[in-house]
């Protein structure tokens, strides 16, 4: 499945085959020596040393590969298709053997059975449970790769083809059309299967109803045996040529290759992909196709690809039913049979496409309309993925009722058919990039966290996009004398903030206030805390980082260059490629600091209040950060219904209370901070209080990576560098008022942030910056109305508040994503500068001209890219 660009593994056979030539007699004995090392392997310590001492006295190259040899995790995982099945918990083979030719096979399984070793032979493809090549039996396991055996000979005159085991379907269909536009071979829907072991299985496809099986078309085939011998149908007897047309692959033997019958179809075909979800009366239609598509004309295939998707401009889940065809015929003969038989999907011209039959393979199997039809050649899937699959049979149509609680359940998964990886390393993700750029397929990758426009996990540019959910990605390590800690993308910041004060009390890293952020993209952002005033945002303590780029390359600080480096710290997430770890720099804090959260209504003066801390908080001494949450209640102890505005002055200070209140009773008396108010406890204690986890919560839920609420919401974000003057407030209480369940944050800056260039990294919002507002609306339903009008309140609310913000431009935060700023083009093409320059000044300001010019040399094909990723200049 995965295929490096790095690593030419598809050698130049018939150089090899010169070489083997010249050392037949002696392939027998050399193979026995390695496999009587590997016998030994449980006792051995100095296994590798054998190994080498061996694969010495071979001379042909790149063809037998150790755990030792480079290139071995790229062979093990070049085809393995179902990446469950890779991963590092699953038994992998002592050694892989990839035979250019039959001797080569007889010779293993000659050597194998002397010695009792385990045979595993992989042609390629899905492999659902990984059987060709993992091994739950006892180890060791040799794994024989029959990928360098891929030969097709097309013959005209017999009507049939011989194939060698490790080509795929999509080879085979290619070389046959190739040779004639109106001959096909009948096998299987994904191209990127090995012939060897699809055809021990059956083999059903698109012209299932008009000829069969594959295997009910297969006219010879080679097997080796266990004694070694290569058998054909008249010297293996019709018994065994019956039980491997079916019985599956890897009981009888080694298929070697197969003969297969070639059947004629239309030099022109048609297909259609018409999509119809429950809103459309997918139910209805779909058990009107279980009584219609087995019994409508032959030459119709027509299947159902049911999965579980978003309504347009919604985030309600519903059912899409794809009705996915082939007919091997014109598309007139085909609306005159669906019209006839299958009126209710509704069906029409315009649905369809003519093309051939080499082109209909393409599209049923789910390629991009752009991929050429040389692309089955390179025997690469359409998609990748992890999965676990289930089949069954149907005799009775399901009735309408009984879909209704298969709907019921299906929605509870969260994506049914999606694309998602969740690699264990770094080197599974390079892969990813690799073949990802091969295929321009798009990509998303996720850390975690609230991800305000949600574009690390969907798309709304062109799919199809695959998600790489960097979830099982959490190492963390912790060098208390380097005071430092590296730390991977898929952690969270409140497992990294827990892991380092396990080490040390006066310990902490500078990061965000949410726990739950997926450590990789938060840092991209800036990554703002409690602790900005006293030493600035989490990337201004980034020492270093590794990034994978385009190239699938896993690059440092020192490889990727100063002005890459300086890019990914806060010039946001997915423009340069994928942030795989961050070395941060641990930074002092007391062994006991002070909280307070202490709130005030209108009716307590809370605008008076407010006032006076926005030339207050931005001055006060460093260790202070104190920031106003601000809210919609009802009136405390009153018995109407009646809402006013609280003003919760939540705050983290670097030291005891009595310090602490000496400064506020000092600079900010007006709030009336008393002791009683205030909480003395850890640094990594603060973090939940800040937080807002209720105070019975131990620090260790930290480790679960939940966060301390869960709601939808939408959120915007501004910069305000003169106090909003008091008279003017009453007139945001007023429009705050009018949502059902609003809040603004209030974050003071100054401090260390007001002495750090603005060009230092890309965030630059930090001179003359008062203080940052966070707008958001939560609310409650699914409904399309709803969020409309959520929408519309928040957007005018922010309109509205335009006046008393920065201008030209108006900042906001680049990890408060907002798409209502602007968007790059939906169609995957590069968004002009100046269009981007909507949205990218106010993220970056002038830095923006500068991560364009890093973007253009870092990412020159803008490979990474979404809807709101730094473009190409020109």
């Known amino acids: 499945m995965f295929w490096s660009t790095k690593v030419d593994y598809i050698f130049d056979t018939l150089l090899l085959y010169t070489?083997?030539?010249?050392?037949?007699?002696?392939?027998?004995?050399?193979?026995?020596?390695?496999?009587?090392?590997?016998?030994?392997?449980?006792?051995?310590?100095?296994?590798?040393?054998?190994?080498?001492?061996?694969?010495?006295a071979i001379q042909t190259p790149n063809t037998f590969f150790t755990p030792q040899t480079p290139n071995y995790t790229l062979i093990l995982n070049s085809t393995a298709q179902?990446?469950?099945?890779?991963?590092?918990?699953?038994?992998?083979?002592?050694?892989?053997f990839t035979p250019l030719n039959e001797s080569h096979i007889q010779t293993a399984v000659i050597c194998a059975k002397k010695l009792k070793i385990q045979l595993r032979f992989r042609s390629g493809g899905h492999d659902y449970e990984g059987i060709s090549y993992t091994s739950a039996m006892d180890p060791p396991f040799v794994l024989i790769d029959l990928s360098k055996m891929r030969a097709i000979n097309v013959d005209l005159d017999d009507s049939s083809v011989w194939v060698e085991a490790g080509a795929t379907v999509g080879e085979l269909y290619y070389r046959v059309a190739e040779k004639s536009r109106t001959h096909a071979v009948v096998g299987g829907l994904c191209t990127s299967l090995g012939v060897g072991g699809h055809f021990t299985g059956g083999a059903y496809g698109?012209?299932?109803?008009?000829?069969?099986?594959?295997?009910?078309n297969a006219l010879d085939a080679k097997i080796i045996n266990a004694n070694g011998e290569i058998l054909d149908r008249k010297s293996m007897g019709e018994d065994v040529f019956w039980a491997i047309r079916g019985g599956g692959g890897g009981s009888y033997g080694v298929i070697v290759s197969w003969k297969l019958k070639l059947v004629t179809v239309p030099s022109t075909v048609t297909v259609f992909n018409v999509p119809r979800t429950l809103e459309q009366g997918a139910t209805k239609i779909l058990y009107k196709w279980q009584h219609v598509a087995p019994q409508i004309d032959k030459d119709l295939f027509m299947r159902v690809l049911i999965q579980n998707i978003n309504l347009p401009n919604t985030t309600k889940?519903?059912?899409?039913?794809?009705?996915?065809?082939?007919?091997?015929?014109?598309?007139?003969?085909?609306?005159?049979?669906?019209?006839?038989s299958f009126p209710e999907l509704g069906l029409e011209k315009t649905d369809c496409l003519e093309m051939s039959w080499l082109e209909s393979v393409m599209f049923i199997v789910g390629f991009p309309k752009n991929v050429p039809t040389t692309f089955l050649l390179t025997a690469k899937p359409a998609f990748i993925s992890q999965f676990k699959a289930k089949s069954d049979f149907v005799k009775t149509p399901i009735p309408e009722t009984g879909?209704?609680?298969?709907?019921?359940?299906?929605?509870?998964?969260?994506?049914?058919?999606?694309?998602?990886?969740?690699?264990?390393?770094?080197?599974?993700?390079?892969?990813?990039?690799?073949?990802?750029?091969?295929?321009?397929?798009?990509?998303?990758?996720?850390?975690?966290?609230?991800?305000?426009?949600?574009?690390?996990?969907?798309s709304v540019m062109d799919p199809p996009y695959v998600l790489i959910d960097l979830s099982k990605m959490r190492a963390i390590?912790?060098?208390?004398?380097?005071?430092?800690?590296?730390?991977?993308?898929g952690a969270t910041v409140g497992e990294l903030y827990y892991r380092v004060a396990e080490k040390s009390r006066t310990h902490a890293v500078v990061g965000g206030l949410c726990t739950s952020l997926g450590v990789g993209g938060h840092f991209t952002g800036g990554a703002y805390g409690s602790m900005m005033r006293k030493y600035g945002l989490g990337v201004d303590n980034a020492l270093?980082?590794?990034?994978?780029?385009?190239?699938?390359?896993?690059?440092?600080?020192?490889?990727?260059?100063?002005?890459?480096?300086?890019?990914?710290?806060?010039?946001?997430?997915?423009?340069?490629?994928?942030?795989?770890?961050?070395?941060?720099?641990?930074?002092?804090?007391?062994?006991?600091?002070?909280?307070?959260?202490?709130?005030?209504?209108?009716?307590q003066g809370a605008t008076k209040i407010l006032y006076k801390w926005q030339h207050v908080a931005p001055q006060i001494d460093d260790d202070l950060f104190v920031r106003v949450v601000i809210q919609k209640i009802n009136l405390p102890n009153s018995n109407t219904t009646q809402r006013t505005v609280s003003t919760s002055y939540n705050a983290l200070f670097l030291g005891g209370v009595d310090r602490l209140l000496e400064i506020m009773n000092r600079s900010f008396p007006e709030l009336g901070l008393e002791k009683t108010d205030c909480l003395e406890m850890s640094w990594l204690e603060s973090v939940m209080f800040i937080a807002g986890f209720p105070g019975n919560i131990p620090t260790t839920f930290l480790l679960t990576g939940k966060p301390a609420v869960v709601t939808q919401f939408k959120a915007k974000s501004d910069f305000v560098k003169t106090p909003i003057p008091e008279t003017e407030m009453k007139g945001i209480w007023k429009r705050f008022l009018q949502e059902e369940t609003p809040y603004m944050i209030w974050n003071?800056?100054?401090?260390?942030?007001?002495?750090?260039?603005?060009?230092?990294?890309?965030?630059?919002?930090?001179?003359?910056?008062?203080?940052?507002?966070?707008?958001?609306?939560?609310?409650?339903?699914?409904?399309?109305?709803?969020?409309?009008?959520?929408?519309?309140?928040?957007?005018?609310f922010y309109k509205y508040m335009g006046q008393y913000v920065s201008k030209d431009p108006r900042e906001a935060y680049v990890n408060y994503r907002d798409l209502d700023l602007g968007m790059n083009e939906k169609n995957g093409d590069n968004t002009s500068v100046a269009k981007a320059s909507s949205w990218g000044r106010r993220y970056f300001k002038d830095n923006f001209m500068r991560l364009v010019k890093v973007k253009t040399e870092f990412d020159p094909d803008n490979f990474f890219r979404h809807e709101q990723s730094i473009p190409l200049g020109f």
Request: net charge positive; with cysteine.
């Open 317 to 340: 889940r519903t059912i899409s039913t794809s009705y996915n065809a082939l007919f091997l015929g014109g598309v007139d003969r085909l609306l005159e049979i669906m019209n006839r």
């Open 403 to 458: 879909m209704k609680g298969i709907w019921k359940r299906f929605l509870q998964e969260e994506r049914p058919f999606m694309l998602i990886f969740t690699p264990l390393n770094e080197n599974h993700i390079q892969t990813v990039v690799i073949c990802a750029k091969k295929l321009n397929i798009q990509l998303r990758f996720r850390s975690g966290g609230h991800d305000y426009e949600g574009i690390s996990y969907t």
């Open 544 to 603: 270093d980082a590794k990034i994978i780029n385009a190239n699938g390359e896993i690059l440092d600080r020192k490889s990727m260059g100063e002005d890459a480096f300086w890019a990914i710290r806060g010039g946001g997430g997915g423009s340069y490629g994928v942030i795989v770890s961050w070395k941060l720099k641990l930074v002092p804090v007391p062994s006991t600091v002070t909280v307070f959260n202490v709130p005030r209504t209108l009716e």
């Open 477 to 489: 390590n912790v060098d208390l004398d380097d005071n430092s800690v590296w730390v991977e993308a």
């Open 82 to 96: 179902n990446l469950r099945c890779i991963t590092p918990s699953n038994p992998k083979p002592e050694l892989i």
């Open 19 to 56: 070489c083997l030539k010249k050392m037949t007699i002696s392939l027998v004995s050399t193979f026995l020596l390695i496999l009587s090392s590997l016998v030994q392997l449980s006792s051995s310590n100095q296994i590798q040393h054998t190994f080498h001492q061996c694969l010495s």
């Open 206 to 216: 698109s012209m299932m109803r008009k000829y069969g099986l594959g295997v009910d």
């Open 748 to 796: 003071p800056y100054g401090g260390m942030m007001g002495r750090i260039p603005e060009s230092a990294t890309p965030f630059p919002h930090r001179n003359g910056v008062l203080f940052m507002i966070q707008y958001a609306n939560t609310w409650t339903g699914n409904g399309k109305d709803a969020m409309k009008k959520h929408y519309k309140w928040i957007r005018k």
